[in-house]
Nanobody, 118 residues
């Protein structure tokens, strides 16, 4: 069974930085697309950033230039460096591991709260 464990969330003032980490158990990490999603109160979950097994990057327009996703395959860990944080970045951030070719899978972490005060 694959487990994804996020860490690094917390409370920060606007303009500050946080780094989220997601550690994956099991042997799927290197072949997975790893992603960060977020869900704010009353809103749908949205993709923040993703990195494929080959290193291709995707970012939501709202975080381009401020957030950076990276992965360390040797550590089975994906990171999200968040700079210049804004109050609208406040949300629960979820780690996701997925594969869209056989064998398919889609795993989620439990989420970590990020709160940005104005």
């Amino acid at each position: 069974q694959v487990q994804l464990v996020e860490s690094g969330g917390g409370l920060v003032q606007a303009g500050g930085s946080l780094r989220l980490s997601c550690a994956a158990s099991g042997s799927i990490f290197s072949s997975s697309t790893m992603a960060w999603y977020r869900q704010a109160p009353g809103k749908q979950r949205e993709l923040v950033a993703a990195i494929t097994s080959g290193g291709r990057l995707t970012y939501a327009d709202s975080v381009k230039g401020r957030f950076t996703i990276s992965r360390a395959n040797a550590k089975n860990t994906v990171y999200l460096q968040m700079n210049s944080l804004k109050p609208e970045d406040t949300a629960i951030y979820y780690c996701n591991a997925n594969k869209t070719r056989w064998p398919f899978y889609d795993y989620w972490g439990q989420g970590t709260q990020v709160t940005v005060s104005s």
